[in-house]
Each structure stands twice: as C-alpha cells, then as structure tokens.
C-alpha cells in the first residue's frame, strides 16, 4: 500500500488563506452571499464551496484546540485558541446563518435529490430555525469556561513514590493486590480534585447561567430540549432516553449489584470501596503489556499488521506524522478523543 500522506487541496478557498484572519475569510462570505443560487447547478456549486469554507474553518478551529488541549499551561498557544474563540468563530456564526437561510429560501432546493439531500436539508432547516443572535456571545462565554476547566485539570497532580504524577498516571495504583496502597492512591486523588472544587462549581454554575439563557432565547423551556435539538436528535426524544433510564434501572443496576458483591467476595472484604473497583477480583498482579507510548504503537502495530496489512499502514502513518499524543503529563487535559 501508498503511505504516504495525503493531502486534501482546497477547491473554494485559496492555498494561502489564513483561516485565522477574519480579513482573509470574510471575502469568502461576501461572494458567497452574493452569487446567484436559483438553479439546481448553481446551488450544489454553492453548497461545495460553502463545505470547503467549512472544512478550511474547521481545521484551522481544530488546530488550535488540539494544541490547546495537549498543552494546557502554554500562554501562547491559549492565546492562539482564544483569538479564534473570540474574533473568528462569533463573525463566522451570523455570516452561516444567513448562508442556511438563502439556502432555505432558494427555489431550487426542491430540485435536487432527496435521497442525497435529505439529512442536510432537515440540519439546515433546524439550524436556521433555532438560531440567535444574542446566543452567539454566550457561546463564547462558555467556550472560554470550558478551556478554563481543561486548563485547571490539565495542572492536577500529586506527589507519591517519590515523583510527581497526573491524576491518569495514578489510576495504575488502583490495580495493586495491595489494598492499602490503592487507597492511598485514591484518597490522594480525590483530594487534589477537591482542592479545586469551588473553581470547577463555579465554571459549571456559570454554564448552567449560561445555557439556560441560550434556550430561553431560542424559545425552549429547558437546555435539555434545546440541545436535543443542537445535537439534531430529530429520531428520539427525551421521552424514550427516560424509558431507557428506567430499562437500566431494572436490569443492569441488579446485574452490576450482584457482580459488585461478587467482587467483594472474591477479594475478601467486608464491605466494596471505591478504590476496590479496578483491581483483578481474584487479587492478581495487573498486566502490564508496556511501559511507555513507545511500547505501547509498537505492539499495537504488530497487531494491526496480524489482522490486515492496509490497517497497520493506516495506524503507521499516524504515528509517523505524530498524530498520535498518548502520553499522560502535566499541563495536558484528561481524558481522550479524535478528530
């Protein structure tokens, strides 16, 4: 198989564009705005370019928080992603609601195909229908809380055996057969998260405010509701996911109940802990198929390679081109996603 990367060159917009600099995108808004969209041709032509402004938007948007992410307790990189989160993406938010609304009101959009068409023209009806412009400078607000709680995370750690470590490096202490040893480990952890409990309430009563001010404005009772809608959960309601609840809590919670006392039995306790949870039930040593990250790509990759050759390349190429960021460390928010 070709390994090499693949580059996917932009069709609308142009090579050198900065996609940081609202001088640079608003020409593209301002042509778009104006081209003529009353046949079928001209207004698939339309929607390609506009999804390449998208694209283009969207990467440079996602550069940034990938970077801000990874590096938490780095100023410029912070400044980077806040320039975007204030002066970019609140400009590009009306100029895309006036794109979906020309779309919506164009008379060609009954003229193309349904079957190709259909779920963009139901988002984009929806999105056009919610939208506010008093919304957009409370979607900023809690942009910025939401980097303000990754940034606190980021900076969690702890001192034990003898180093400094995150909160993730100290969940490998909960897998010991030693009991004392995994409560220390989470005790010290729920500590340092309680040091910072005030400032997370706060960040999260802060978006609460928030949030339920951006369903008022857009005429919905509640944020659940609202975002349902967001989210364009147009094929279930908040009626069957309370159905759901309720199926968990009359099959899985005994389930789970019985094979947490099955647990607590097998380890010989009186009575299952939180730092009783991750253990081997049978009190064996955990396994540790690696030590670093390094190790880590290695083995997934012989693996890879084992089950299809073309999906080895694939993961191979991820980590030469250093998409990949596995290690746990200060200043980098937890938890994990793609993109």
């Given at each position: 198989m070709n390994n090499t990367l693949r580059l996917y060159r932009r069709q609308y917009v142009q090579a050198g564009a900065d996609m940081g600099d609202w001088s640079h995108i608003e020409p593209y808004f301002d042509e778009l705005d104006r081209r003529p969209i009353d046949t079928k041709e001209a207004l698939e032509r339309w929607l390609l370019d506009q999804s390449d402004l998208a694209?283009?938007?969207?990467?440079?948007?996602?550069?940034?928080?990938?970077?801000?992410?990874?590096?938490?307790?780095?100023?410029?990189?912070?400044?980077?992603?806040?320039?975007?989160?204030?002066?970019?993406?609140?400009r590009c938010k009306p100029r895309w609601q006036r794109l979906r609304a020309r779309y919506v009101a164009s008379p060609a959009r009954t003229l193309l195909p349904r079957d190709r068409y259909f779920v963009h023209d139901r988002s984009t009806a929806s999105a056009v229908e919610i939208f506010r412009e008093e919304n957009v400078p409370l979607e900023t607000e809690t942009e910025k809380l939401?980097?303000?709680?990754?940034?606190?995370?980021?900076?969690?750690?702890?001192?034990?055996?003898?180093?400094?470590?995150?909160?993730?490096?100290?969940?490998?202490y909960?897998?010991?057969?030693?009991?004392?040893?995994?409560?220390?480990?989470?005790?010290?952890?729920?500590?340092?998260?309680l040091k910072d409990r005030e400032a997370i309430d706060d960040i999260f009563d802060g978006m609460m405010?928030?949030?339920?001010?951006?369903?008022?404005?857009?005429?919905?009772?509640?944020?659940?509701?609202y975002q349902f809608r967001?989210?364009?959960?147009?094929?279930?309601?908040?009626?069957?996911?309370f159905a759901f609840h309720e199926a968990i809590e009359k099959v899985v919670v005994?389930?789970?109940?019985?094979?947490?006392?099955?647990?607590?039995?097998?380890?010989?306790?009186d009575?299952?802990?939180?730092?009783?949870?991750?253990?081997?039930?049978?009190?064996?040593?955990?396994?540790?198929?690696?030590?670093t990250a390094v190790e880590l790509c290695t083995g997934c990759s012989t693996i890879f390679h084992r089950l299809d050759d073309a999906l080895g390349d694939r993961f191979d190429l991820m980590v030469r081109e250093n998409w990949l960021d596995l290690e746990s460390r200060r200043g980098k928010a937890p938890g994990g996603y793609l993109t």
């Open positions: 694209a283009c938007l969207d990467e440079e948007v996602t550069r940034r928080r990938v970077a801000m992410t990874c590096h938490t307790d780095d100023a410029a990189i912070e400044t980077a992603f806040l320039h975007v989160v204030e002066n970019v993406v609140p939401d980097q303000q709680y990754k940034k606190l995370c980021g900076a969690m750690t702890v001192q034990y055996d003898g180093k400094e470590q995150t909160l993730q490096q100290m969940c490998r909960l897998e010991e057969p030693d009991r004392t040893v995994r409560q220390t480990a989470w005790k010290l952890m729920s500590h340092r998260r405010k928030l949030r339920g001010r951006m369903a008022a404005n857009a005429g919905f009772p509640n944020f659940r509701d967001v989210y364009e959960r147009f094929d279930y309601t908040p009626a069957d996911c005994p389930a789970d109940r019985a094979l947490q006392e099955d647990r607590r039995r097998r380890l010989g306790v009575t299952l802990r939180p730092w009783d949870l991750r253990v081997n039930p049978g009190n064996r040593p955990p396994l540790k198929p690696f030590a």
